[in-house]
T-cell receptor, first 116, second 111 residues
Framework: AQTVTQSQPEMSVQEAETVTLSCTYD???????LFWYKQPPSRQMILVIR??????QNATENRFSVNFQKAAKSFSLKISDSQLGDTAMYFC?????????????FGTGTRLQVTL | ETGVTQSPTHLIKTRGQQVTLRCSSQSGHNTVSWYQQALGQGPQFIFQ???????GRGNFPPRFSGLQFPNYSSELNVNALELDDSALYLC??????????FGPGTRLTVT
């Protein structure tokens, strides 16, 4: 079974600074995707960034980038120039393809607080 | 383009009752997945529907069932509600195995 571990329950960063959220996962599969989702207090889960395991190049979406280390099974999220609107729970998620289904397995989340 | 919508927003039920939650998928998507998110936890996969058939299921009992309709919308039904079923229920749609986009969720409280 796949597991996703987020070892930082809470983090705080000042506005305009950079913060990195950690995620490790465990799988024996070779074909999978990794995601970071953001869940603000409004509770809607918002897709932040996606990484395909077969791609060596790290994904980037504006201020968000990942450091994907496949051998170490590590997938961290870096948020640059943090903004107050980045305050949210951040979930790391692993997608595998069991049979025909594409199932997401989530970590327990990191609560990020951006302060003035 | 309309995103994923869910109804109702909130629901309060009594133990032993049955509940139906609804989800409309995003335009162009043909796959719907349902997740249960307990307070303070990450979402847990319940099941997935593709072309009106269940094509994957998580570790949930049979009293959790679903449907997908020809327009790709979906329902989640839970029978014989238990107190532990109190959670946020999230629906996500996708185009087959692509990234999943979530709706705002339905908060279910079982008393």
């Amino acid at each position: 079974a796949q597991t996703v571990t987020q070892s930082q329950p809470e983090m705080s960063v000042q506005e305009a600074e950079t913060v990195t959220l950690s995620c490790t996962y465990d799988t024996s599969e070779n074909n999978y995707y990794l995601f970071w989702y953001k869940q603000p207090p409004s509770r809607q889960m918002i897709l932040v960034i996606r990484q395909e395991a077969y791609k060596q190049q790290n994904a980037t979406e504006n201020r968000f980038s990942v450091n994907f280390q496949k051998a170490a099974k590590s997938f961290s999220l870096k948020i640059s120039d943090s903004q107050l609107g980045d305050t949210a729970m951040y979930f790391c998620a692993f997608m595998n393809f069991t049979g025909t289904a594409s199932k997401l397995t989530f970590g327990t989340g990191t609560r990020l607080q951006v302060t003035l | 383009e309309t995103g994923v919508t869910q109804s109702p927003t909130h629901l309060i039920k009594t133990r032993g009752q049955q509940v139906t939650l609804r989800c409309s998928s995003q335009s162009g998507h043909n796959t719907v997945s349902w997740y249960q998110q307990a307070l303070g936890q990450g979402p847990q996969f319940i099941f997935q529907y593709y072309r009106e058939e269940e094509n994957g299921r998580g570790n949930f009992p049979p009293r959790f069932s679903g449907l997908q309709f020809p327009n790709y919308s979906s329902e989640l039904n839970v029978n014989a509600l238990e107190l532990d079923d109190s959670a946020l229920y999230l629906c996500a749609s996708s185009f087959w195995r692509a990234e999943q986009y979530f709706g705002p969720g339905t908060r279910l409280t079982v008393t």
